[in-house]
């Protein structure tokens, strides 16, 4: 026996020819979904909808749910007439043979443009993580003070019964096996309390790391250093101290936030004593600023930090962020900041010129003197090679000992500074 379904009595019929199940248009219905073990059929077939389906051919399965569907088209007949166009993606262009075009360039606007969306879905993934990590935090209720002590109570009693079954051990002492099993509930029990005071305690870490945004680390980063710092609060936490612990754990947060920062944040790593001062000038900078309405000069801040005016231009050489060659100069980004820095090592063309003929006149100064007394010149200054030889070896090629080879040196120097041979090559000592 066929059974009728809830939503086949509509107010008014739009098409009594389609079936007993279809509404009219703008009229809102309440279905309930059923399931049976056969299987559905496809939404994309033309076949309409029966709305007398047998109920014996399986075990229907209701969900008590109701959805409700909004029938606002009035030509909307059927499922079948329901279109949806799904956008094709965009391809390659491809020869006859279906290979890629080898002279397909993309465009360098819409490859810009494709860049841009990449980067932007990438942040918004950074913050959809930082959203499902707070919706997941936000679940655990928050500690009072006396629940506190508690968890503080039963972590103490989990490290004690630790310590009890480590030392049984390396003593070699056989514990009853209820004892044993005793023990280790009791340590059991302990880590769960430590990981429920974590939990509750995570949005503490949360409001604290958002402090130090913006200051070379990601949010993510600067929350997973803070949670090292609420684990090691924990494992410290003395509850018989009267302080409620995040008191006791912001501290530990502070710094291993600060630590982190101090060996991660910057491209070049500064200890961390250097880091402290250089915040500490930092701070005391923008306060002369607000007192004075200018910048401070090296004097003033040397004067507030009680050390020397050399010492502060040091400081904040130390504080300069390192830059990259390759980032972009001017509105259009055409140029990088590398073709703007000089090549200390490059030979400037002017140069290059005055070297050369600096080596001619050279030569035909040499030429004036001995073949030996040349000879030596070339080696003890290396004009050859730019090696400079030593008396030693010099002495070793003409095969005289080292100090004729000096002798020689200084009566072939006496001749060079001669004004006949040294004024050509005065103009080269500017």
């Not at 014996?56 to 030509?75: F, R």
């Not at 030392?167 to 309390?193: K, N, P």
């Not at 490059?346 to 040499?366: E, P």
Request: aromatic share 4%; hydrophobic share 35%; proline share 3%.
């Amino acid at each position: 026996m066929a059974a009728r379904s809830d939503a086949d009595q509509p107010q008014n019929s739009a098409a009594p020819g389609k079936g007993k199940s279809k509404s009219s248009a703008g009229a809102k219905t309440t279905a309930r979904k059923s399931a049976t073990k056969k299987g559905t059929k496809s939404a994309s077939s033309k076949t309409t909808t029966k709305s007398d389906s047998a109920q014996g051919n399986g075990e229907s399965l209701e969900i008590d749910e109701p959805i409700e569907t909004d029938l606002t088209s009035a030509n909307v007949g059927d499922l079948s007439d329901i279109e949806v166009e799904i956008p094709e993606e965009p391809a390659v262009p491809e020869d006859e043979d279906g290979k890629a075009d080898p002279d397909f360039v993309w465009d360098e606007e819409e490859s810009e443009a494709l860049r841009q969306a990449r980067k932007d879905a990438e942040l918004t993934a950074s913050a959809d993580s930082v959203r499902a990590y707070l919706k997941q935090i936000g679940k655990v209720a928050l500690l009072n003070a006396e629940e506190e002590v508690e968890l503080a109570k039963r972590i103490e009693a989990g490290l004690y019964a630790a310590e009890r079954l480590r030392q049984s051990e390396e003593a070699q002492e056989t514990l009853a096996l209820q004892m044993r099993r005793d023990l280790r509930w009791i340590v059991r029990d302990g880590e769960r309390a430590k990981s429920h005071l974590l939990e509750a305690n995570l949005r503490l870490v949360v409001s604290l790391a958002k402090r130090y945004t913006g200051r070379g680390m990601a949010f993510l980063d600067l929350i997973q250093e803070g949670n090292l710092g609420l684990i090691r609060a924990v494992e410290k936490f003395d509850y018989t101290k009267g302080y409620k612990f995040s008191t006791y754990a912001t501290w530990w947060i502070r710094q291993a936030i600060t630590r982190a920062m101090a060996d991660q944040a910057r491209t070049i790593r500064i200890p961390v004593h250097m880091v402290e001062v250089i915040n500490k000038l930092g701070r005391i900078q923008r306060e002369l600023l607000q007192d004075l309405g200018r910048e401070p000069t090296p004097e003033e801040l040397a004067k507030e930090m009680d050390i020397t005016p050399e010492k502060v231009l040091e400081i904040q050489q130390y504080a300069r962020e390192p830059i990259s060659l390759d980032q972009t100069i001017g509105d259009e980004g055409d140029s990088q900041l590398g073709d703007f820095i000089e090549d200390s090592e490059a030979v400037v063309a002017v140069d290059a010129v005055s070297f050369t003929l600096l080596q001619d006149q050279l030569q035909s100064v040499l030429q004036t003197l001995s073949e030996r007394e040349a000879g030596v010149v070339r080696l003890r200054f290396g004009l050859t090679d730019g090696q400079p030889r030593t008396l030693d070896e010099i002495g070793q090629v003409y095969g005289v000992t080292r100090e004729r080879i000096r002798q020689i040196e200084s009566k072939t120097m006496s001749k060079l500074r001669h004004p006949s041979r040294s004024q050509v090559l005065r103009d080269y000592l500017d």
